[in-house]
C-alpha cells in the first residue's frame, strides 16, 4: 500500500532563517505530488503541485519555493522565513491522471510551521 | 473556475441524529468531487469521491453523500452521528482545466454532543 511520510510534524523557526520541509511517498511510481497550506485551521491553499522531476508549478508568488529531486520526494523552502509563513503544511499525493475513476488526494500528517 | 463553498462555519448535532454537511458546486464540464475529513493537527483523510452517475455515494465510516445536478449540491450526510465524528469536514473540487488541480472549500466544523 502506498504512504506518504511528512517531517519535521513540528517546527519553530525565527524570522528571516532558512526553512526546508520534505515529503516521501512510498509505494507508487511517478505520482503528483502537492504542498498545500493551511491558515488557522481552516481553508487550504495550493502552494505548488508536480507532474515530475524537476517539474514545478507555483500556485501562489510567495517567499516559498519547491523542488522534486526525485519522483517521489517533494521540498518545500524558503531562503528567509517571514511571520506570515506560520501555519499548517500539508504535503499530498495524487495518482498520475486518474481522470477516468476520479483518483483523489492523499495527505501526510503535516507540520505545523510557527515563525516568531 | 471550478469552486466549491461549504455555506456553514459549524454544524451541531446530538449523537444519534443523522447529520448533514452542505457543499455547493460551480464547475465548467463534469464535476469531479469529495469529501474530506480532518481532525486536529492530522492531515485530511479521504472520505468518498463522486463518480458520474451516482447520486448516492458511500464513503468511509458509513458516510455518503447525495449529488444533486440541478441544485448543483453535494452534500455530505450520515444517519446517525458518533462523538467521534466530530472534525473538520471539507468538500473539494478537480479543476476541469487542469485536472491535477484540487480546489478545497473553506470547511465546516462538525460538533457531535453526547
Known amino acids: 500500500s502506498q504512504t506518504i511520510h511528512q517531517w519535521p510534524a513540528t517546527l519553530v523557526q525565527p524570522v528571516g532563517s532558512p526553512l526546508s520541509l520534505e515529503c516521501t511517498v512510498e509505494g507508487t511510481s511517478n505520482p503528483n505530488l502537492y504542498w498545500y497550506r493551511q491558515a488557522a485551521g481552516r481553508g487550504l491553499q495550493l502552494l505548488f503541485y508536480s507532474v515530475g522531476i524537476g517539474q514545478i508549478s507555483s500556485e501562489v508568488p510567495q517567499n516559498l519555493s519547491a523542488s522534486r529531486p526525485q519522483d517521489r520526494q517533494f521540498i518545500l523552502s524558503s531562503k528567509k522565513l517571514l511571520l506570515s509563513d506560520s501555519g499548517f503544511y500539508l504535503c499530498?499525493?495524487?495518482?498520475?491522471?486518474?481522470?477516468?475513476?476520479?483518483?483523489?488526494?492523499?495527505f501526510g500528517n503535516g507540520t505545523r510551521l510557527t515563525v516568531t | 473556475a471550478q469552486s466549491v463553498a461549504q455555506p456553514e462555519d459549524q454544524v451541531n448535532v446530538a449523537e444519534g441524529n443523522p447529520l448533514t454537511v452542505k457543499c455547493t458546486y460551480s464547475?465548467?464540464?463534469?464535476?469531479?468531487l469529495f469529501w474530506y475529513v480532518q481532525y486536529p493537527n492530522r492531515g485530511l483523510q479521504f472520505l468518498l469521491k463522486?463518480?458520474?452517475?451516482?447520486?448516492l455515494v458511500k464513503g468511509s465510516y458509513g458516510f455518503e453523500a447525495e449529488f444533486n445536478k440541478s441544485q448543483t449540491s453535494f452534500h455530505l450526510k450520515k444517519p446517525s452521528a458518533l462523538v467521534s465524528d466530530s472534525a473538520l469536514y471539507f468538500c473539494?473540487?478537480?479543476?476541469?482545466?487542469?485536472?491535477?488541480?484540487?480546489?478545497f472549500g473553506s470547511g465546516t466544523k462538525l460538533n457531535v454532543k453526547p
Open positions: 464547475v465548467s464540464g463534469n464535476p469531479y
Open positions: 499530498a499525493w495524487s495518482v498520475q491522471g486518474g481522470l477516468e475513476n476520479n483518483s483523489p488526494l492523499h
Open positions: 463522486y463518480i458520474t452517475g451516482d447520486n
Open positions: 473539494a473540487v478537480r479543476d476541469w482545466y487542469n485536472f491535477n488541480k484540487f480546489y
